[in-house]
């Protein structure tokens, strides 16, 4: 079973703060996602990477940054955090591969907090 | 674009009762459903998902769902429910280039009693 870890779980800042949230999966998937989940909106795909050194914008990208290092590794990255960024977020990777639709392997989450 | 609604915000149902859970989606072309279970403070797990094929699917703990492109549905459903399945569940849906991630439904709470 494919596991994908998160770090940190919890996380407090101001606004005007530097986050990064940190995601590993460790079964070679091709495909790592970011996602956040809120109440109202059920979960929106912010970036996703096909692969170490791909990026791909989702669909609620602004204020975002996101960098994959390797094949393991994904990275969200908030500059400048915002109230607004308030959130869970999620990371998911899934198998992918031409012809076959894999379903994705999510992480525990990251409830990050921004005063 | 794909979208996906989940017309039940919350259902209450007995332990041993049957639930269907309502996803209904809109897309033009070649779609991937697929349902999501989340338990209170973890994250989504994979329940099922259909591409192709028989319309019926079977996932894991007795769960099943039924494509139907007329309807434009893939709803869930359990003959009888667990305490352990009350939960949040997602509907996701993904066009032909699902790489691209998932889009979901804003999800169903289903509060299982004994």
């Known amino acids: 079973e494919a596991a994908v870890t998160q770090s940190p779980r919890n996380k407090v800042t101001v606004t005007g703060g530097n986050v990064t949230l940190s995601c590993r999966q460790t079964?070679?998937?091709?495909?790592m996602y970011w996602y956040r989940q809120d109440t109202g909106h059920g979960l929106r795909l912010i970036h996703y990477s096909y692969g170490a050194g791909n990026l791909q914008i989702g669909d609620v990208p602004d204020g975002y940054k996101a960098t994959r290092t390797t094949q393991e590794d994904f990275f969200l990255l908030l500059e400048l955090a915002s109230p607004s960024q308030t959130s869970l977020y999620f990371c998911a990777s899934s198998e992918g591969g031409q012809g076959a639709v894999a379903e994705q392997f999510f992480g525990p989450g990251t409830r990050l907090t921004v005063l | 674009t794909q979208t996906v609604s989940q017309s039940d915000a919350h259902v209450t149902v007995f332990e041993g009762d049957s639930v269907e859970l309502r996803c209904n989606y809109s897309?033009?072309?070649?779609?991937?459903l697929s349902w999501y279970i989340q338990h209170h403070g973890h994250g989504l797990q994979f329940l099922l998902k259909y591409y192709s094929g028989n319309p019926v699917v079977q996932g894991v703990n007795g769960f099943e769902a039924e494509f139907s492109k007329s309807d434009s549905s893939f709803h869930l459903r359990k003959a009888s429910v667990h305490w352990s399945d009350s939960a949040v569940y997602f509907c996701a849906v993904s066009g032909n280039n699902y790489a691209q991630g998932l889009t979901f439904g804003l999800g169903t709470r289903v509060s299982v009693f004994p």
């Open positions: 897309y033009g072309g070649s779609i991937y």
């Open positions: 079964n070679s998937h091709n495909y």
